[in-house]
């Protein structure tokens, strides 16, 4: 008696093989769009990042590009980049917040000493929102006062 696979079991594996194979096409895709949307992420937040560390008045409720934040600090030579940066349109809006006390004189106890040569410190904090075409970011910033 001869051995040998019958049409059903022949059937069988490569319907399995089939569905094995479907599905990691599928896993494959699903990487595929996780990756590019944590890389968009990933350069927006790179971005937010120039916008909050280079930020100032004369860049509020206004688009700039990328190039307008760094052009003051940084000599940027490499053409390329500079045409980038350029292209990288951003809107910037900053606001009040809060703003914190840090010694309440009216409630403190100094123990004898003048409350006029206490200092009167404040933390002012301030919402930066930064968006483009295709996300928006929210950090905030401290200052003391």
């Known amino acids: 008696m001869r051995r040998a696979f019958t049409l059903v079991e022949v059937l069988v594996a ?3 093989i089939s569905v094995v194979v479907i599905g990691l096409l599928s896993s494959n895709a699903t990487n595929a769009k996780l990756s590019k949307k944590l890389s968009n992420q990933y350069r ?5 990042s120039i916008v909050l560390l280079n930020a100032n ?3 509020h409720n206004r ?3 990328l190039y307008d934040f760094l052009a003051t600090k940084f000599n940027i030579k490499n053409d390329e980049l500079r045409r980038w940066l350029k ?3 951003v809107s910037y ?3 009040d917040f809060a703003t914190v006390k840090i010694l309440d004189l009216d409630t403190q106890d100094f123990g004898g000493y003048d409350k006029s040569l206490v200092p009167d410190l404040a933390f002012s904090i301030q919402e930066v929102k930064a968006y483009n075409k295709n996300s928006i ?3 905030y ?5």
């Open 44 to 48: 927006h937040k790179e971005q937010f």
């Open 141 to 145: 910033t401290f200052n003391l006062q």
């Open 63 to 65: 688009e700039k590009s």
């Open 93 to 95: 809006i900053d606001k």
């Open 137 to 139: 970011s929210i950090g």
């Open 87 to 89: 292209e990288q349109k």
């Open 57 to 59: 008045e004369r860049f």
């Open 14 to 16: 490569v319907t399995i």
